[in-house]
């Protein structure tokens, strides 16, 4: 158990939808990031947050966005869902998260299926 | 920009032999590199990582790597494999800067049969 919790663990939606990921962070982590993970793509950074505020972007789609709030989880917000963006989504965390010496914890990751 | 390789998508070895797992990287920079395993239906867990000193590198379960600057490789190791060895291993690149950002490789399977 790496300490970093998301939910749901699963969702199944159509497409056009809007869903919500969450992720909390380890204790004393304050840096999240969020990667997604699929067959054709493997697995690709799309963000991250540091204390609240937007660290780096990666190939984040403009239909996707995301916020850190101050209790330091995040969530993630996908919007008019396409069957392309199913993919199992990963969160992870950081203690700071102002350089990649960090070692960064894993999630169990959120299974997205858009129909 | 960085990429990385891994050269292999599957791997396939009996129990007790010996394995490696290739890992080629591209920067203009200078980088930190690290390999992750997946087991499945899980999460991502660190192996090991480098970020400076000695270039070979010793990780958990037994696994280790070595820093190859010249050839911009980073290779996984491990003497004997166990059967719960099974699982997908992903080669990671971040650098200097003021993100934590990493870049993964495709993966590679490491399938450990009996």
């Known amino acids: 158990d790496s300490g970093v919790t998301q939910t749901p663990k699963h969702l199944i939606t159509a497409t056009g939808q809007r869903v919500t990921l969450r992720c909390s962070p380890r204790?004393?982590?304050?840096?999240v990031y969020w990667y997604q993970q699929s067959l054709d793509q493997g697995l690709q950074f799309l963000i991250q947050?540091?204390?609240?505020?937007?660290?780096a972007k990666g190939n984040i789609l403009e239909r996707f966005s995301a916020q850190q709030f101050p209790d330091l989880h995040s969530e993630l917000n996908l919007s008019s869902l396409e069957l392309g963006d199913s993919a199992l989504y990963f969160c992870?965390?950081?203690?700071?998260?102002?350089?990649?010496?960090?070692?960064?914890?894993f999630g169990p990751g959120t299974r997205l299926t858009v129909l | 920009a960085q990429s990385v390789t891994q050269l292999d998508s599957q791997v396939p070895v009996f129990e007790e032999a010996p394995v490696e797992l290739r890992c080629n990287y591209s920067?203009?920079?200078?980088?930190?590199l690290f390999w992750y395993v997946q087991y499945p239906n899980q999460g991502l867990q660190l192996l090991l990582k480098?970020?400076?000193?000695?270039?070979l590198v010793k990780g958990i379960n037994g696994f280790e790597a070595e820093f190859n600057k010249s050839q911009t490789s980073f290779h996984l190791r491990k003497p004997s494999v166990h059967i719960s060895d099974t699982a997908e291993y992903f080669c990671?690149?971040?650098?200097?800067?003021?993100?934590?950002?990493?870049?993964f490789g495709q993966g590679t399977t490491l399938q450990v049969k009996p």
């Open positions: 947050y540091y204390n609240g505020e937007e660290r």
């Open positions: 992870a965390s950081s203690v700071s998260g102002t350089g990649s010496t960090d070692t960064q914890y």
């Open positions: 480098y970020l400076s000193g000695s270039t």
């Open positions: 920067s203009s920079v200078s980088v930190y």
């Open positions: 204790s004393g982590d304050l840096s």
């Open positions: 990671a690149v971040g650098r200097l800067g003021n993100t934590g950002k990493l870049i």
